[in-house]
C-alpha cells in the first residue's frame, strides 16, 4: 500500500501563491502508474475533488480552481504538486492528497490518503 505526505499548507494573504507537495512511498505499484488527486474539506463542508492527473499525464480540475490552481507530478521523485496561485479566501481547507486506479464510468476508485494539509487564506 502507497503512504502519502502532504506539505507545504500553511497561513497566507489573498492574493498570495502556495505550493502543496505530496511524496508517496512504499512497496509494490510504481507510483507513476497511479491516477493523483487533491482533495479538500473546508469547515462543515464535504470533500470535494479539486484536481487530478492521470499516469499519462492528463488534468482535471474543479471548477472554482481553474486557472488559477495546477497540478503536476515529477514521477522520478515519486511526487505530486498543487500549484495554487490567486488564493482566495474561500480556498481554506484542508487539503489532501489521494492515489487511485481508474475504474469503468469514467471514475477513479482512490484507495491511498495522506493526512492533509491545512491551507488557510486571510482577507
Known amino acids: 500500500q502507497v503512504q502519502l505526505v502532504e506539505s507545504g499548507g500553511g497561513l497566507v494573504q489573498a492574493g498570495a501563491s502556495l505550493r502543496l507537495s505530496c511524496a508517496a512511498s512504499?512497496?509494490?505499484?510504481?507510483?507513476?502508474?497511479?491516477?493523483m488527486g487533491w482533495f479538500r474539506q473546508a469547515p462543515g463542508k464535504e470533500r470535494e475533488l479539486t484536481a487530478h492527473?492521470?499516469?499519462?499525464?492528463?488534468?482535471n480540475y474543479a471548477d472554482s480552481v481553474k486557472s488559477r490552481f495546477t497540478i503536476s507530478r515529477d514521477n522520478p521523485k515519486n511526487t505530486v504538486y498543487l500549484q495554487m496561485n490567486n488564493l482566495k479566501p474561500k480556498d481554506t481547507a484542508v487539503y489532501y492528497c489521494?492515489?487511485?486506479?481508474?475504474?469503468?464510468?469514467?471514475?477513479?476508485?482512490?484507495?491511498?490518503w495522506g493526512q492533509g494539509a491545512q491551507v488557510t487564506v486571510s482577507s
Open positions: 492527473i492521470t499516469w499519462n499525464g492528463f488534468t
Open positions: 512504499g512497496p509494490g505499484r510504481t507510483f507513476s502508474s497511479y491516477t
Open positions: 489521494a492515489a487511485g486506479t481508474p475504474v469503468p464510468g469514467s471514475r477513479t476508485d482512490y484507495t491511498a
